[in-house]
């Protein structure tokens, strides 16, 4: 092998460590300005990262699930009651495309240089620490800044809608918290990044009435604890968990308003939380009608006025437009991807890989449309920060 030949693969891991630097670099813009950015951010970088594209052995149940759930979406367009007139709208063949470019992003996290791998994990923990900081000081603020910023662009916006715009990027941080928070640590940064992203996501929380992201936090911190104390059957038990979740959310609403509890807790939560069950009512009653095949990809968009856009619930949205076979492919997907976490040493990286799913879950269970891209997006660049992070750590792990 010639000198040239060998220099090659290094050269082309540094290349890896460009793509990421630039998405971590502007993740927090992104977060703060508006997560629809994610989308073209992480596209990008997933086609610049093509090169990475790999099928370990121990990957392919998750590609395999991810492959029958995006054609099964494609198929379902056949019989979806939404029917795309542009090429933006066709969720189905977006899913395939949106599949490759996230894994190839993902596994370029597994192709870094140990030089490139800490400048690029500083990035990641400083930029979110960044974004911490600024959400801090909008709940302080009322999104004074960012109203600010729109001013100075000559496009004001009203203050409420301000505060409901910025406090997205507390949704984003809450899911790049546990892998950056740690990065920081791995690459000697210490705690403050960490803290400064708590003090973002409890801003965003408690100053600018995002519920979610305080509670996502709470959930993702007890599973690292989890992972961290039982790491070997914690990520499995928690796996299941998550499977369980797609696979009975329909039984679960069912099952409940038979007893009445439902109908009584709809009465009593704040009014958002009050339209969030209506529209998983609604989702559970039209489940039934078609509960094998699903109405169809974005079939959600149809069912209005009891449904808005999407049920906000991940697994119940699946359920209704993908049926039995969607949630069983997506139920697959999430069980492997957390328990193949497990092993007998301790170890925080996949911990904070198992924290990024739950919190990542628990918003796809009360606020977003599954297909949104900039949050599938998101999830892509979580990943790969996880994967980053994870090959930071222990010698096993490289």
Not at 238 to 243: I, N, P, Q, T, Y
């Amino acid at each position: 092998m010639t000198a040239a030949e060998a220099s090659a693969p290094i050269r082309e891991a540094s290349w890896y460590g460009g793509v990421l630097a630039f998405a971590f670099v502007l993740a927090p813009v992104a977060g703060w300005v508006g997560p629809l950015a994610f989308a073209p951010i992480v596209g990008l970088s997933g086609l610049l990262s093509l090169g990475a594209l790999r099928m370990a052995e121990r990957d392919r149940p998750a590609a395999l699930a991810i492959l029958v759930l995006s054609i099964w979406a494609l198929v379902s367009m056949v019989w979806s009651p939404f029917h795309p007139t542009k090429a933006g709208q066709a969720t189905a063949m977006k899913l395939i495309l949106q599949g490759v470019l996230y894994w190839a992003l993902f596994r370029a996290g597994a192709a870094l240089p140990s030089a490139s791998r800490v400048l690029v994990l500083r990035i990641f923990a400083w930029g979110m620490a960044l974004l911490g900081a600024l959400l801090a000081i909008e709940a302080l603020t009322g999104a004074g800044v960012y109203q600010a910023l729109r001013n100075a662009m000559d496009d004001p916006i009203r203050p409420d809608l301000a505060v409901k715009n910025v406090a997205q990027g507390g949704f984003v941080l809450a899911v790049l918290t546990p892998a950056a928070a740690l990065a920081g640590w791995r690459v000697g940064v210490g705690v403050w990044p960490g803290l400064l992203m708590a003090a973002g996501v409890l801003g965003a929380s408690f100053g600018l009435d995002a519920d979610a992201p305080v509670i996502a936090l709470v959930l993702s911190a007890l599973a690292v604890w989890a992972v961290w104390r039982w790491p070997a059957w914690a990520p499995r038990v928690l796996g299941a968990g998550a499977a369980v979740l797609f696979l009975a959310a329909p039984a679960v609403v069912w099952a409940t308003r038979q007893l009445g509890w439902f109908q009584t807790l709809e009465r009593e939560v704040p009014l958002s939380w009050s339209l969030r069950m209506g529209y998983w009512r609604h989702a559970a009653d039209w489940i039934g009608d078609h509960p094998l095949r699903g109405w169809g990809i974005d079939a959600s968009r149809m069912f209005g006025p009891g449904i808005t856009l999407h049920p906000h619930n991940g697994p119940l949205q699946v359920w209704l437009e993908l049926g039995l076979i969607g949630a069983t492919a997506a139920a697959v997907f999430w069980f492997v991807a957390i328990a193949s976490q497990s092993q007998p040493h301790r170890d925080l990286g996949r911990g904070a890989a198992v924290g990024t799913a739950v919190a990542y879950l628990t918003f796809s269970a009360v606020s977003f449309g599954v297909w949104q891209e900039w949050w599938l997006a998101v999830g892509g660049l979580a990943a790969a920060g996880c994967m980053a992070v994870l090959r930071q750590g222990r010698p096993e792990n490289a």
